[in-house]
């Protein structure tokens, strides 16, 4: 079966900590504005995501705009394409907050990831579940996360949000920890 998404996605979620509203929308080229890439940067640029998923790759350099751009313009490939699946979850007044990926169109055997700014912390679980929604009705059957070792927090988020603990490619794995989404479920 094709994957198939509605091309309007605005899906409202709450903040679980202070019970604002945000909203998990596709990511793509029509947010490739000033505003939003400034606040993409500043996210990428801040110690637990850049630490995370940015240091190691950018040899300690920090995040820089032209990265914003490419990171906008591989997720309107993704939707162009259905290669690959990009979601933003913004503020009500529209600033990106975080985002969560599904890195390819594999209905079996897909990857996720995703980054939450420190300033909106309490959306990452809502946006991994509603993602995970969406990404059943669009007809993935598993999805899977691997964290690093010690990305508890991260690790939180997957536990909450329904993913399993793969204990066998956990046990094979010497940095990560894996976890398994089945969307029958
Ligand atoms: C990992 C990361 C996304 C987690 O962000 P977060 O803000 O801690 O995640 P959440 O919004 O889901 O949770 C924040 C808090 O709200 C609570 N919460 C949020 N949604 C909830 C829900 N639906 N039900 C219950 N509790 C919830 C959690 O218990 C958590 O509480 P805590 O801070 O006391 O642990 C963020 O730290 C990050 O971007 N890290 C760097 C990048 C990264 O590691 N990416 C993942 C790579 S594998």
């Known amino acids: 079966m094709a994957l198939s998404f509605p091309t309007d996605i605005k899906v409202p979620i709450q903040n679980w900590k202070t019970g604002a509203r945000y909203y998990v929308i596709r990511a793509g080229d029509a947010l490739n504005i000033g505003a939003h890439l400034s606040e993409i940067t500043n996210i990428c ?44 979850t913004t503020t009500a007044a529209g600033e990106i907050a975080a985002a969560c990926d599904i890195k390819s169109n594999d209905p079996e055997w897909a990857e996720m990831g995703y980054w939450a700014s420190e300033h909106h912390s309490g959306i990452m679980t809502n946006t991994v579940g509603t993602v995970c929604r969406l990404a059943a009705q669009a007809g993935f059957n598993t999805l899977f996360a691997r964290t690093e070792k010690s990305n508890r927090r991260s690790a939180n988020v997957l536990l909450r949000s329904r993913f399993q603990a793969d204990t066998e490619k956990t046990l094979r794995d010497e940095k990560h920890d894996w976890f398994v989404y089945r969307c029958a479920w």
Do not use: M, S
């Open 45 to 88: 640029n801040q110690p637990r995501v850049y630490g995370r998923l940015f240091d190691g790759p950018l040899g300690g350099k920090p995040y820089p705009i032209e990265k914003a751009i490419g990171f906008l313009q591989w997720a309107e490939e993704g939707w162009n394409n259905a290669t690959h699946f990009v979601f933003l």
